[in-house]
């Protein structure tokens, strides 16, 4: 797994342009291990790409608290692991970039065409949905979050 340490990652569902994130030395500090189960990966092509969220003021924005990127490698599941969360409250969202091309692909009205997820596998319904919906807790060592990619 890899994190960005450039400065850009993708904002799923709104604009489908780059958003800057925070680089490596602003990374969260924390002890608590996340696996992030992604499920129902249709393609083993292309690049998974994760952003992680602290609050409602920058979720889906230009502020991501932590971006990842993991190349895909199998269909199904796959498991990344994710450190340096605090203990709190974040949200995730995914997309997988099937073509690499370093950008949600969208149809008409903007609708996604790659597969993406949010966490709690809230499902997208006339727009993004919100924190408050996407958000878990981080309160032990060691958590599983599972995300189902739609």
Same mark, same amino acid.
């Given at each position: ?8 990652? !993708?904002?799923? @569902?709104?604009? #489908?342009? %780059? ?6 030395? =602003?990374?969260?500090? +924390? ?50 692991? !994710?450190?340096? @969360?605090?203990? #709190?409250? %974040? ?6 970039? =099937?073509?690499?091309? +370093?950008?949600?692909d969208t149809k008409i009205f903007r609708l996604p065409k790659e597969p993406y997820g949010f966490s709690n596998n809230i499902k997208a319904k006339f727009g993004p949905p919100s924190f ?19």
């Amino acid at each position: 797994m890899t994190r960005l340490s450039i400065s850009i990652i !993708i904002s799923i @569902l709104i604009s #489908g342009a %780059y958003i800057p994130i925070m680089g490596q030395n =602003e990374a969260p500090s +924390g002890s608590n291990l996340i696996n992030l189960r992604v499920k129902n990966i249709k393609s083993d092509k292309g690049t998974l790409m994760v952003a992680i969220y602290k609050n409602a003021e920058t979720f889906l924005g230009e502020q991501v608290l932590m971006g990842i990127t993991e190349k895909v490698t199998q269909t199904g599941i796959m498991e990344l692991k !994710i450190t340096g @969360l605090s203990k #709190g409250y %974040y949200a995730i969202s995914i997309f997988h970039d =099937e073509n690499d091309n +370093g950008e949600l692909d969208t149809k008409i009205f903007r609708l996604p065409k790659e597969p993406y997820g949010f966490s709690n596998n809230i499902k997208a319904k006339f727009g993004p949905p919100s924190f408050e919906k996407a958000k878990f807790e981080v309160s032990g060592v060691n958590q599983t979050i599972e995300i189902n990619m739609r």
